[in-house]
Structures are given as structure tokens and as C-alpha cells.
């Protein structure tokens, strides 16, 4: 059966410009499928690799509808876009993924977390707010989320005193208790429009606990094949209870009791599989493309081992990036480098990740320790 998106057939648009669109569009390239980017920025990263580009607010109900008037299938690479254009166009017949009605849960926190209680999915004990509440109100040490537009560890925080709740910004919120983690875990599943899934191994994340970002991502995990197989099961329970379709990274606690609980969710290609495009078979990226074109699952399977390693801003720079220790990360062999395009750096901004591959998990955390110390991410 032949599948029109082929051959400029069908227009796909991508909602978001970043580096998850970035790394989309280079599969689509390979595919040759016609694509269109929306992105507030000119200077987007995926500008380059889209046959059109436009720039626009991802959040304004009109410049979404128009946007997709373009396209015959539309995705998004960020969860911060108008629900209600996404919604109107699905109306209109465009086939809209994730679904509307999926990423309104998604990107409001709070929403998120009472469904997982209402579905009786394990989760962290948690409170939501419409304003931040007074201090008398909360029970320290605890976990405050933005319930909506965070990323990236920015709009989360641990609060252990009066001091650090009332710097925090008065929006709707949700605190949560804090649990005694003893490994974060990912997930990637795809589910397709017919509800067949298919998830990625585990992988373990290790954070920076200063910026509350991840670090670095490892595969193999460190789960026993009990745990892992636990985690598989929840992350595809939540991804078919949600309904969702294309990729959703499922992250997890496990905690010191050994109790597998969910975090939170992302409705797309994620941090935490980047690992895939050099150790495993089909990449994240390649995975979301199949499943919202209607195309056989790819393979899951990881061929080897691996650690990413984020390259983000170093502190104290501000403005157009300079790159240091390129040529010293490049001589390391089995490493590869993937540099975002973004113009300027700020302090803990994503900039780009590097990926070690091997057959030995314990090397590759040596390795990945000295790697990180050899490329700066500075200001010209």
C-alpha cells in the first residue's frame, strides 16, 4: 500500500523549531517528506532543514489554525502550543498527534497528575493550586511545580524553607512530597491510531542536582530484569490510558522501598532518547515519523551501550556561543557530537549533546566523566 506522505505527496507541519524539530527533519529529509516549521524564533534551529519555515507564537489560536492550513499532518516537538487551534484543525479533518484532547492533559501539570490518580497509576502524593498558596499552607521539604510552560528543570524546584517559597512566582501550581529516589528512569513507548505499542529498554538518567537538569543518560540501566520489565508495563499502561499517539517519554522514580512511580510525561521525541540515535536500531525520531504516518514499527532494540552527556551553557556566559575543547572531544573515539545551532548560550541552556558508544558500560562512565570536563560552552 503506497503512503501519500511520500514523495511530497503530504505536507507534514511541526509545531516548534528546536532541537527536537531539528533532529526530526533530518530523518524527514532522508525520507524526502515536504515538512513546514512553526517557531517564534528566526533564528529556530529546524529553519534550515524545513521546505518552509515560518515564525509565528506557538500560543496564538489564529497563527496555529493558519499555520496548519498548509499541512496534512501536524506534530509538535513542544508541549506549549494553543490546544484549542490544534483542536479546531483536527475539526477540519487535518490528522492532529498527539490528539488535542491528550496534550490538553499534558502540558498542565495539574491535570496530569489527577489523571494519574483518577486511573490509579502510582505517583507521588500531591496538592494543586490555582495561586500559590500561603506557607502556613505547605509542609516543608517538598516539591513545588509550575503547572504549566516549564521545561527543562526550569519551573520546578525543592523547597526546604520560608525563604525559598516565597521567592517563588504566584501561578497556579502543584506540590508534591518528596521522595527518597533511588534511580530516575525513562521510557520511550510509540503507540500508533490502531493502540498498538512498542517501548524502548529503560534507560537511567543522573541529574544535576544544582539545576534540577539531566546530566546524563545511561543504557544499560541498572535495573534488575524484574524492575525493568515493571517499568515497560506502567509506561505503556499510562500511554494507553492517556490514548496517546506517536512517542511519549514516560519518566519514573524508582524509590527506596522499590516502588516504580511516575513522574511526569512527554507527548514527543525527549532528552532522555537521544541515546537511540546512535545505539539503537531506529532512532526516537524515526519512531515518532512511523507512527504518526501510519508506518510499520521500527525495532527497539539498543545494539550497543551508551551515556549522552548534555552540553549546556556554562555559568556566567551570556550571549553569542563559543565552543571550547571541540577538537579534544572529537579525537575520543566512538563519540559523537551533536551541536544544536543556537545562537547564544545562557547558563544551563541546552546546546547541544555528545554520545559515547561501546560495549562496556563501567568504561563509558569513565569516559563521560572526563568528556564533560573537556568541552566549555562559552561566550565569544
Known amino acids: 500500500m503506497d503512503n501519500p506522505a511520500f514523495s511530497n505527496g503530504q505536507t507534514l507541519g511541526v509545531l516548534g523549531g528546536g532541537q527536537l524539530g531539528k533532529m526530526m527533519l533530518t530523518k524527514c529529509r532522508q525520507w524526502d517528506l515536504h515538512t513546514i516549521v512553526l517557531d517564534p524564533s528566526e533564528t529556530a534551529p529546524a529553519r534550515l532543514l524545513a521546505n518552509n519555515f515560518y515564525v509565528g507564537d506557538l500560543m496564538d489560536y489564529q497563527t496555529v489554525v493558519d499555520f496548519g492550513q498548509n499541512a496534512d499532518i501536524i506534530t509538535i516537538e513542544i508541549e506549549n502550543v494553543n490546544v484549542e487551534a490544534l483542536q479546531t484543525l483536527q475539526e477540519q479533518g487535518k490528522k492532529v498527534f498527539p490528539k488535542p484532547e491528550t496534550l490538553a492533559i499534558i502540558q498542565d501539570k495539574a491535570k496530569q497528575k489527577q489523571f494519574y490518580k483518577t486511573h490509579k497509576l502510582p505517583t507521588a502524593d500531591f496538592q494543586s493550586f490555582d495561586i500559590k498558596p500561603d506557607w502556613d499552607s505547605v509542609k516543608a521539604p517538598l516539591i513545588w511545580k509550575a503547572s504549566r510552560f516549564g521545561y527543562d528543570g526550569f519551573g520546578v524546584k525543592k523547597i526546604e524553607n520560608q525563604q525559598h517559597w516565597e521567592a517563588l512566582p504566584d501561578v497556579p501550581c502543584i506540590t508534591e512530597s518528596c521522595v527518597a529516589i533511588d534511580k530516575e528512569i525513562a521510557i520511550i513507548v510509540a503507540r500508533n491510531p490502531k493502540g498498538d505499542c512498542v517501548s524502548y529498554p529503560p534507560v537511567e538518567m543522573e541529574f544535576n542536582s544544582n539545576a534540577n537538569q539531566v546530566e546524563f543518560v545511561c543504557y544499560p540501566s541498572t535495573l534488575t530484569p524484574q524492575q525493568a520489565n515493571a517499568c515497560k508495563t506502567l509506561a505503556e499502561q ?73 552540553v549546556v551553557g556554562d555559568p556566567g556566559h551570556h550571549g553569542p556561543v563559543q565552543y571550547k575543547g571541540i577538537d579534544e572531544i572529537l579525537a575520543i573515539s566512538q563519540t559523537q557530537l551533536h551541536l544544536y545551532g543556537k545562537a547564544e548560550t545562557r547558563p544551563m541552556r541546552k546546546m547541544g549533546h555528545i554520545t559515547l558508544t561501546g560495549t562496556n558500560i563501567d568504561e563509558l562512565r569513565q569516559k563521560a566523566a572526563q568528556v564533560k570536563t573537556k568541552l566549555k560552552v562559552h561566550t565569544i
Open 238 to 310: 499510562l500511554t494507553n490510558a492517556i490514548e496517546h499517539v506517536g512517542l511519549l517519554a514516560v519518566e519514573l522514580f524508582l524509590d527506596s522501598d522499590g516502588n516504580i512511580l511516575i513522574n511526569e510525561v512527554a507527548p514527543r521525541p525527549h532528552n532522555s532518547g537521544h541515546l537511540s540515535i546512535e545505539a539503537a536500531v531506529t532512532s526516537q525520531f524515526e519512531q515518532h515519523l512511523r507512527t504518526i504516518l501510519g508506518l510499520p514499527f521500527g525495532n527497539c532494540d539498543f545494539l550497543q551501550h551508551g551515556i549522552m552527556i548534555n
